[in-house]
Protein backbone atom coordinates (compact mmCIF):
# COMPACT_ATOMS: atom_id res chain seq x y z
CA UNK A 1 0.00 0.00 0.00
CA UNK A 2 2.72 2.40 1.09
CA UNK A 3 4.44 1.71 -2.28
CA UNK A 4 1.02 2.00 -4.41
CA UNK A 5 0.73 5.60 -2.52
CA UNK A 6 4.23 6.52 -3.09
CA UNK A 7 4.05 5.81 -6.89
CA UNK A 8 0.73 7.68 -7.14
CA UNK A 9 2.60 11.05 -5.57
CA UNK A 10 5.46 10.90 -8.54
CA UNK A 11 2.56 10.27 -10.77
CA UNK A 12 0.53 13.03 -9.53
CA UNK A 13 3.98 15.18 -9.28
CA UNK A 14 4.81 14.60 -12.81
CA UNK A 15 1.67 15.10 -14.12
CA UNK A 16 1.18 18.48 -12.87
CA UNK A 17 4.66 19.60 -14.00
CA UNK A 18 3.32 19.02 -17.39
CA UNK A 19 -0.44 20.81 -16.65
CA UNK A 20 1.04 23.54 -15.05
CA UNK A 21 2.88 26.78 -17.03
CA UNK A 22 6.31 26.50 -16.86
CA UNK A 23 8.06 29.87 -15.94
CA UNK A 24 11.44 31.00 -17.07
CA UNK A 25 14.36 31.63 -14.18
CA UNK A 26 14.23 35.12 -15.64
CA UNK A 27 12.81 37.20 -18.04
CA UNK A 28 13.41 36.24 -21.58
CA UNK A 29 15.44 39.05 -23.48
CA UNK A 30 13.92 41.53 -25.89
CA UNK A 31 13.55 40.46 -29.62
CA UNK A 32 15.55 43.00 -30.67
CA UNK A 33 19.02 45.02 -29.81
CA UNK A 34 20.28 47.71 -31.53
CA UNK A 35 23.18 50.02 -31.55
CA UNK A 36 22.66 53.15 -33.59
CA UNK A 37 25.61 55.58 -35.15
CA UNK A 38 22.95 58.78 -35.96
CA UNK A 39 23.46 62.11 -38.24
CA UNK A 40 21.35 64.99 -37.99
CA UNK A 41 21.53 68.19 -40.68
CA UNK A 42 19.68 71.59 -40.51
CA UNK A 43 19.41 73.70 -43.43
CA UNK A 44 19.86 76.56 -43.32
CA UNK A 45 21.20 75.79 -40.18
CA UNK A 46 19.09 76.76 -36.60
CA UNK A 47 19.18 79.33 -34.45
CA UNK A 48 17.92 81.01 -31.47
CA UNK A 49 14.63 82.29 -33.16
CA UNK A 50 12.13 80.13 -35.33
CA UNK A 51 12.37 79.89 -38.82
CA UNK A 52 11.53 76.94 -41.56
CA UNK A 53 14.29 74.52 -42.07
CA UNK A 54 14.79 71.14 -43.66
CA UNK A 55 15.65 68.46 -40.74
CA UNK A 56 17.76 65.42 -43.16
CA UNK A 57 18.04 62.16 -40.35
CA UNK A 58 20.54 59.43 -41.05
CA UNK A 59 20.68 56.28 -38.74
CA UNK A 60 22.75 53.47 -39.08
CA UNK A 61 21.66 50.37 -37.45
CA UNK A 62 24.25 47.08 -36.07
CA UNK A 63 21.57 44.76 -34.50
CA UNK A 64 21.19 41.74 -32.87
CA UNK A 65 17.73 39.79 -32.23
CA UNK A 66 17.51 35.76 -30.51
CA UNK A 67 14.27 35.96 -31.56
CA UNK A 68 14.86 36.60 -35.60
CA UNK A 69 18.40 36.22 -35.78
CA UNK A 70 17.82 37.20 -39.70
CA UNK A 71 17.48 41.36 -38.45
CA UNK A 72 21.17 42.11 -38.10
CA UNK A 73 21.02 45.84 -39.38
CA UNK A 74 18.49 48.62 -40.49
CA UNK A 75 18.84 52.17 -40.98
CA UNK A 76 16.48 55.45 -40.91
CA UNK A 77 16.65 57.74 -43.63
CA UNK A 78 14.45 60.95 -44.03
CA UNK A 79 14.15 64.45 -44.87
CA UNK A 80 11.23 66.62 -43.75
CA UNK A 81 11.22 69.85 -45.41
CA UNK A 82 9.70 73.27 -44.18
CA UNK A 83 10.15 72.52 -40.16
CA UNK A 84 9.73 75.83 -38.39
CA UNK A 85 12.24 75.01 -35.95
CA UNK A 86 15.02 77.21 -33.67
CA UNK A 87 17.98 75.53 -31.09
CA UNK A 88 15.07 75.68 -28.81
CA UNK A 89 13.34 73.14 -30.04
CA UNK A 90 16.49 70.52 -29.17
CA UNK A 91 14.92 69.98 -25.50
CA UNK A 92 11.39 69.76 -26.61
CA UNK A 93 9.59 67.09 -26.10
CA UNK A 94 6.83 65.55 -28.46
CA UNK A 95 5.74 62.54 -29.84
CA UNK A 96 5.15 61.38 -33.61
CA UNK A 97 6.41 58.38 -35.92
CA UNK A 98 8.92 57.02 -38.36
CA UNK A 99 9.66 53.81 -39.92
CA UNK A 100 12.90 51.56 -39.90
CA UNK A 101 13.82 49.67 -42.85
CA UNK A 102 15.57 46.21 -41.84
CA UNK A 103 18.17 44.61 -43.69
CA UNK A 104 15.75 41.93 -44.94
CA UNK A 105 13.93 44.54 -46.51
CA UNK A 106 10.76 44.17 -43.76
CA UNK A 107 10.36 47.54 -42.08
CA UNK A 108 9.04 48.34 -38.31
CA UNK A 109 6.81 51.84 -37.87
CA UNK A 110 7.12 52.91 -34.23
CA UNK A 111 4.83 56.18 -32.47
CA UNK A 112 6.94 57.37 -29.61
CA UNK A 113 7.19 60.36 -26.96
CA UNK A 114 10.40 61.84 -26.95
CA UNK A 115 12.28 64.01 -24.21
CA UNK A 116 14.96 65.28 -24.14
CA UNK A 117 18.09 66.64 -21.45
CA UNK A 118 21.37 68.77 -22.12
CA UNK A 119 24.31 67.73 -20.30
CA UNK A 120 27.75 68.91 -20.09
CA UNK A 121 27.61 69.24 -24.23
CA UNK A 122 25.80 66.14 -25.26
CA UNK A 123 22.11 66.46 -25.95
CA UNK A 124 20.26 63.13 -24.86
CA UNK A 125 17.11 62.46 -26.56
CA UNK A 126 14.78 59.15 -25.08
CA UNK A 127 12.22 58.22 -26.95
CA UNK A 128 9.27 55.79 -25.87
CA UNK A 129 6.67 53.75 -27.80
CA UNK A 130 5.39 51.17 -29.75
CA UNK A 131 5.98 49.56 -33.05
CA UNK A 132 2.26 50.11 -34.61
CA UNK A 133 2.97 47.65 -37.86
CA UNK A 134 5.57 45.83 -39.86
CA UNK A 135 8.14 43.54 -38.72
CA UNK A 136 7.83 43.09 -34.16
CA UNK A 137 4.85 44.97 -34.43
CA UNK A 138 2.94 44.80 -30.66
CA UNK A 139 6.50 45.39 -29.53
CA UNK A 140 7.61 47.98 -26.92
CA UNK A 141 10.45 50.02 -27.91
CA UNK A 142 12.82 52.05 -26.06
CA UNK A 143 15.69 54.34 -28.02
CA UNK A 144 17.81 56.77 -26.24
CA UNK A 145 20.68 58.55 -28.24
CA UNK A 146 23.54 60.98 -27.34
CA UNK A 147 23.96 64.02 -30.12
CA UNK A 148 27.74 64.73 -28.98
CA UNK A 149 29.90 67.61 -28.37
CA UNK A 150 26.66 69.81 -29.72
CA UNK A 151 27.85 73.45 -30.79
CA UNK A 152 24.93 75.46 -29.23
CA UNK A 153 27.26 78.66 -29.79
CA UNK A 154 26.63 78.09 -33.38
CA UNK A 155 23.11 78.98 -32.54
CA UNK A 156 23.77 82.47 -32.05
CA UNK A 157 24.98 83.47 -35.64
CA UNK A 158 24.76 82.65 -39.34
CA UNK A 159 25.08 79.52 -40.63
CA UNK A 160 23.60 78.40 -37.35
CA UNK A 161 23.47 74.51 -36.02
CA UNK A 162 23.80 73.00 -39.44
CA UNK A 163 24.35 68.93 -38.05
CA UNK A 164 24.86 66.60 -34.91
CA UNK A 165 25.83 63.41 -34.36
CA UNK A 166 26.06 60.43 -31.95
CA UNK A 167 25.28 57.24 -30.93
CA UNK A 168 22.54 55.33 -29.29
CA UNK A 169 20.88 51.80 -28.77
CA UNK A 170 17.48 50.46 -29.18
CA UNK A 171 15.76 48.06 -27.18
CA UNK A 172 12.55 46.20 -28.60
CA UNK A 173 10.64 43.90 -26.15
Known sequence: MRSVRGLLVVVALATSSLLLPQF?????????????SESVSYSP???????PVDVSVHNTLSCTSLTNPAVTGG????TIRG????????LASGS????ITWNTGD???????????YVLGTLVIVESGTVTA?????????????????NLL????????????????????
Request: hydrophobic fraction near 35%; proline fraction near 4%.
Open 75 to 78: HVRA
Open 107 to 117: TSTIGYTRSAN
Open 134 to 150: GRFAGDSVTHVVELLNL
Open 45 to 51: GLLTTRR
Open 83 to 90: LDRSCTDL
Open 154 to 173: ACLAEPGLTSASGLGTYVFA
Open 24 to 36: PAHAAPGDLTCAE
Open 96 to 99: GSYT
